[in-house]
């Protein structure tokens, strides 16, 4: 049977990277769950759909499909009708919309086979929110993985100027606290640890140090 690693935590916590550097140590699949609900965010904002409009949103939900694929270096591709959108989907207004449109319970549900079908057939680490509590709950190891606000938003800020998108500084700090208080207060499926996880505080720990001690929790827990 695969093994599945569920970890969760906070936005900017370096959940990507620190998983992705180490499903490939291990040679394990990365699954991105946060991609999903950023292109179900990108639909709703091509359709014009209000992220708290349900019935609308049920109705974008019944018209779209969404797919998860991967390419020859085992980097996730997403598909939204078909359409690479992998990167039109990591603007910060990409990440205001999923964070709301991922509190409505139905987006959820429609998400919730197409995450745990990748679990059935890959081992994976599966990066989210909600994988160790609800995905996943059976998962191998849970682990989440947190830091503190400000180094959250100063790692968030530096990625973004890397990548060419001009942001201030107090922008990414009140997105990431407005995000933090959106993914931790819904009512559905809200950011918490998973009974069981080991906790990993990064707030200290530069990238390798992360990877290192994520690999030791794995390691331990399998
Ligand atoms: O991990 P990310 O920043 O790409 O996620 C984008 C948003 O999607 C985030 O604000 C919360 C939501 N999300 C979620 O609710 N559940 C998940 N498993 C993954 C992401």
Redesign the pocket.
Known sequence: MPVAIALDGP?GAG??SIAKRAAKILDFIYV????L??TIGLAASRNNVEPKTSPEIDKLLSQITVDLTFNDKNEQIVLLNGEDVSGLIRTPEA?MM??AI?AVPSVRAYLLDLQRNMAKSHNVIM?????GTV?LPDAKVKIFLTASVQARAERRYKELCEKGINVQYDDVLNDVIT?DY??SHRET?PLKPADGCVIVDTTELDFEQSVEKIISVIKENI
């Open positions: 936005a959940k990507s991105d769950t946060g991609a609900y950023r990440s999923a964070s991922s990066d989210g929110r909600d994988i995905v995000r959106n993914d499926a």
